[in-house]
């Protein structure tokens, strides 16, 4: 391999992937498709939906099991070490087609974003030349379908995880706060009275909701129907934007 793509796809929908993630997928000689265990198959299949949609003769698709996450020795530790299991399962895979010289992976959203696929591929050996096609993230989704600016009139904003929101509270000073990677609905951390928030889920994607108001009127509509969702498709992909209250 002298080369390995990194796709950003942006959230499932075809019409994300950009011109140049397109061509990238059509010139790649291998692509390898992840699973995540039972009830997410649907996620392997949306991307080879996406393959044969942007490409005429797909290359061959190489598919590998996503390695567990344990956390027994520390969060941290745990990432590292499951970045190592995966890192040597792209090995092996590349490895049972040596002649491929291009071998693409498709990022949901951008590989750039709250993503370890450049860390991950850091660990290969020999290491490839890296090349990233950007696309759309889920933050970019979320604020468009909402249809609002992610930030105040000339203020900064932080993105974050809901393991931080839980452990840190709320990051002072700035007034807007973006949390990705939240599967314990975080927000409940907070006091409701002070924020609003844009919540989304499968955003981008014909199955998207989304819900919005005062965090103290909606949080448990959240809670519910994002409950509800993950039972019925065995997986979800949800973010929102938290903002002060004016006053």
């Known amino acids: ?19 140049e993630g397109a061509r990238a997928i059509r010139d790649a000689d291998l692509i390898l498709i992840p699973h995540k265990g039972s009830g997410k198959e649907d996620l392997a299949g949306l991307r ?6 942007l490409s005429d003769s797909p290359p061959p698709l190489v598919h590998f099991d996503i390695p567990k996450r344990h956390a027994d ?25 040596p002649d491929a010289r291009r071998v693409a992976l498709l990022i949901w959203g951008d ?57 840190e509270g709320w990051p002072d000073p700035v007034t807007s706060v973006a949390v990705m990677l939240d599967g314990e609905c975080s927000f409940q951390s907070l006091d409701p009275a002070l924020y609003d928030i844009w919540w989304g889920a499968f955003v981008g994607m014909k199955e998207q909701i ?22 019925e498709h065995g997986w979800i992909m949800d973010i929102y934007l938290l903002r002060r209250c004016a006053g």
């Open 1 to 19: 391999m002298q080369e390995l793509l990194l796709i950003g796809i942006g959230t499932g929908n075809p019409d994300h992937v950009t011109r």
């Open 48 to 53: 080879e939906q996406i393959i044969t949609d």
């Open 73 to 97: 020795d520390g969060y941290l530790q745990g990432v590292e070490e499951w970045h190592d299991a995966i890192a040597g399962r792209w090995q092996e895979a590349i490895a049972e087609h």
């Open 111 to 167: 590989p750039s974003l709250y993503d370890s696929s450049l860390r991950i591929a850091d660990r290969l050996d020999p290491k490839p030349t890296i090349r990233v096609i950007p696309g759309i993230t889920a933050l970019q989704a979320l604020t468009a379908a909402h249809a609002i600016p992610i930030n105040e009139l000339g203020a900064p904003y932080i993105v974050t995880t809901g393991r931080r929101i839980r452990d």
């Open 210 to 231: 989304l819900i919005h108001g005062p965090l103290q009127e909606v949080s448990q509509r959240i809670i519910d129907t994002r409950a509800a969702a993950r039972t």
